[in-house]
């Protein structure tokens, strides 16, 4: 915060300055420039609601749609597949790889693309989530979790909750915690923990070493350390909102919200900045959040497409657009 004095100073020195503080407030206005890049139906994309997004092992940027399938971005341009392609359903929830290969979980069952082939299994049955952990693949289908080969010879029920579980991540060590609508359950070698939060659970997200991010449908954001619950939504007003996915990237939470955009929240300090339409972002309905392989930070929206955040912009003042020298 930047205060100013108010001692008494002869005109000449009031009209000087009082050009310097317009020069200044001016300047601080447009001091957080951000670097958005916006893709929308007109770049390619097959439709305009992106709810995951996932970058494989070869730098192709995956994403996926609510009716228009998935879509695969090489830098410059999209590559769409449909069920006219052998995908199993349209309507995207998540997106997985692994070495050669790329898994698709979908509400009308679950593709892998190898070989630049699809093919489907658990076809008519919706597919919440998948996630490949330590070679093994782990999905939610109906409800109920699963584990499976890469190629999805076998199912293996591995946990069947009543009330139905919605999605899942991978933990320290390879292991996994997957939550309910009030639940969160921590999967370990020989055991499984489980953790009632009694709030309608949206999503989760792992932090080392021992923390677990709940985000919920417009009850609060969550973190789970040890067997505590603190309540952090309130620091960013977000109590009430419903907060779709969470990201984590490093200390930095990326927070998507309903009707607020995204947020990134540092967990070190509690600061956050909070990005929306007005600083670039395409939509203020955001759905998912995720990191390539440069730095890029990419961010689907429900009904924007996508924003690629590039980080805080350089702006240049000279005697060209306003100052009176450029020494």
């Known amino acids: 915060m930047v205060f100013f004095s108010t001692i008494p100073i002869e005109f000449y020195a009031l009209k000087t300055n009082l050009f310097i503080l317009f020069l200044f407030i001016s300047v601080l206005g447009r001091s957080q420039s951000f670097q958005f890049t916006n893709y929308s139906l007109k770049d390619g994309l097959p439709q305009s609601q992106v709810y995951s997004i996932h970058e494989d092992n070869n730098g192709y940027i995956w994403m996926g749609t609510r009716g228009g399938g998935v879509a695969r971005f090489d830098g410059q341009e999209f590559e769409t597949f449909t069920t006219k392609d052998s995908l199993a359903g349209n309507y995207i929830n998540a997106i997985t790889s692994g070495g050669n290969m790329v898994w698709v979980a ?113 009850q609060g954001l969550y973190q789970l350390n040890g067997q505590e619950w603190i309540e952090f939504g309130h620091l960013m007003e977000i109590e009430d909102e419903i907060i779709y996915n969470v990201f984590k990237d490093g200390s930095v939470l990326w927070i998507n919200t309903l009707t607020k955009g995204v947020f990134q929240f540092n967990t070190s300090d509690s600061s956050f900045v909070n990005f929306r339409e007005v600083n670039g972002l395409s939509n203020n309905h955001t759905r998912v959040t995720q990191k390539d392989s440069w730095g890029n930070i990419w961010i689907g929206t429900g009904g924007g497409g996508v924003s690629k955040y590039s980080g805080q912009t350089f702006e240049k003042w000279s005697k060209t657009n306003g100052l009176r020298g450029n020494y």
């Open 106 to 218: 979908t509400n009308s069952g679950v593709s892998f693309y190898k070989n630049k082939k699809w093919s489907s299994v658990l076809k008519g049955k919706v597919v919440q989530d998948i996630e490949l952990i330590n070679g093994t693949l782990w999905l939610i289908a109906e409800g109920e979790l699963f584990t499976t080969n890469k190629t999805l010879d076998k199912l293996y029920k591995y946990l069947s909750i009543k009330g139905s579980l919605k999605k899942l991540e991978k933990g320290f060590k390879n292991q996994v915690w997957v939550c309910s609508q009030t639940k969160v359950y921590h999967i370990m070698p020989d055991s499984v923990a489980s953790y009632r939060l009694d709030k309608s659970i949206e999503c989760i997200e792992y932090q080392h070493p021992n923390e677990l991010w709940v985000a919920t449908h417009g």
